[in-house]
């Protein structure tokens, strides 16, 4: 009985429910592919990701395509063709993760469609070689002509290895390289210059499927080559470098401070003598008073009398390759080590009284001086009054 009255109703539900037409859906996913199909890819592999778009296209005419990637990247391309070829090499870990692509249509009466969003392949990237650890001794700061050795250590593996050391970006190839298995390599500068001032670091290759991968550069290693040392400053006392046999003589080398440790050796004629090989038989004093404008540290040794007739040392500057000490001989009489002690006593109680003789006078002549009243307000500014004044006797 009330199926009539349903009947209008059911006429008027295209009206209010209209029907979808095929240009009003999306252009459906296009079929996406990676090649060479492979497990996992390595750093500069090339990888060409296949976007088609299902075919035939009706009246749809193909704009271009859209790869995405989850690393955030997004790449568009200009073609009429319904399938393109997207490549790259592989830099590193960043180009791994999941691809998709998509294609657009131009379609009549509403402009350009974007496609469905292909499948999702992905694209597996093998990291490059852990980096190498690298060491300089004896010191990363050090003074030109000294050596240099560089140490270069991968971290444990069986795969063939080649290293290669950088100042800076540029290779270094001054020096000598010496294997030390596949763990890692010694660069050895025998003799350092301020060119090489500056931040060193190394890296290695492994051999991967036929090809050299590099590995992640080492930390920076910062070598400051300084200029050679000066020449020290030799002394003498007696400064005339003249004594008679029996007497003391003692020498002063001194050397500017730096940052390095110092040893002191003394020469005669060129040659090294006892004084300079017998160190316990020599008294050292680091940090001798110096000449002016000359800072440093220096060393001291005491050089007994001996024998040959009075025979003298000059003094004055060393001379590269030929120093004016390494006397060799007995110690010194004690009483000539006593001998500043005695005579420095003597001073000090003469100075001392002296001293108090002075005292007494000066304080015997201010209760005999005249005393100053001053001036008061008001009165006369030509003359002042003066105290009571006793003349001598």
């Known amino acids: 009985m009330a199926l009539p009255s349903f009947i209008p109703l059911l006429a008027s539900l295209p009206i209010l429910f209209p029907s979808a037409t095929p240009s009003d859906l999306p252009p459906p996913a296009p079929n996406i592919s990676v090649t060479p199909s492979k497990p996992q890819f390595l750093i500069g592999d090339a990888v060409s990701i296949v976007c088609a778009a299902p075919g035939p296209m009706s009246t749809d005419r193909i704009q271009g395509f ?131 001032t500056g931040n060193f670091s190394c890296r290695y290759e492994e051999m991967t499927e036929g090809r050299w991968i590099a590995s992640y550069p080492s930390d920076a290693v910062q070598v400051i080559v300084k200029d050679p040392c000066p020449a020290p400053l030799l002394s003498v006392e007696p400064p005339s470098g003249v004594v008679a046999a029996g ?38 004093r680091v940090g001798a008073a110096l000449p002016a404008g000359f800072p440093g ?56 009284l002296l001293g108090i003789l002075l005292a007494a006078w000066l304080c015997r002549k201010r209760r005999g001086s005249s005393r100053w009243r001053g001036l008061s307000p008001g009165d006369d500014t030509g003359t002042f009054p003066m105290g009571n004044y006793e003349g001598a006797a």
């Open 66 to 196: 859209r790869f995405t990637g989850t690393s955030g990247w997004v790449t568009d391309v200009r073609t009429s063709r319904s399938r393109f070829v997207h490549t790259f090499d592989v830099t590193g870990p960043r180009d791994g993760g999941f691809y998709s692509c998509s294609y657009t249509v131009l379609r009549r009466g509403r402009g350009q469609v974007h496609s469905l969003a292909s499948q999702a392949v992905v694209v597996n990237v093998r990291d490059r070689p852990a980096q190498p650890n690298l060491t300089v001794t004896p010191s990363s700061v050090t003074v030109e002509g000294q050596p240099l050795v560089f140490f270069c250590v991968a971290p444990p593996g069986a795969a063939e290895r080649r290293f290669g050391f950088f100042q800076e970006e540029l290779e270094v190839t001054d020096g000598i390289q010496e294997d030390s298995g596949a763990g890692g390599v010694r660069l050895r500068v025998e003799k350092s210059d301020q060119n090489q």
């Open 297 to 352: 540290t220096g060393r001291e040794f005491q050089l007994p009398g001996g024998g040959g007739g009075g025979r003298g040392l000059a003094g004055g500057p060393a001379q590269p390759g030929r120093g004016r000490g390494g006397l060799g001989g007995a110690s010194p009489p004690a009483q000539f080590e006593f001998l500043p002690l005695v005579i420095g006593g003597v001073v000090g109680v003469a100075l001392l």
């Open 247 to 284: 007497h003391r003589l003692l020498l002063s080398c001194a050397a500017p401070r730096r940052d390095f440790r110092r040893r002191f050796r003394f020469f005669r004629d060129g040659a090294e003598g006892d004084a300079g090989r017998r160190r316990r038989r020599r008294r050292e």
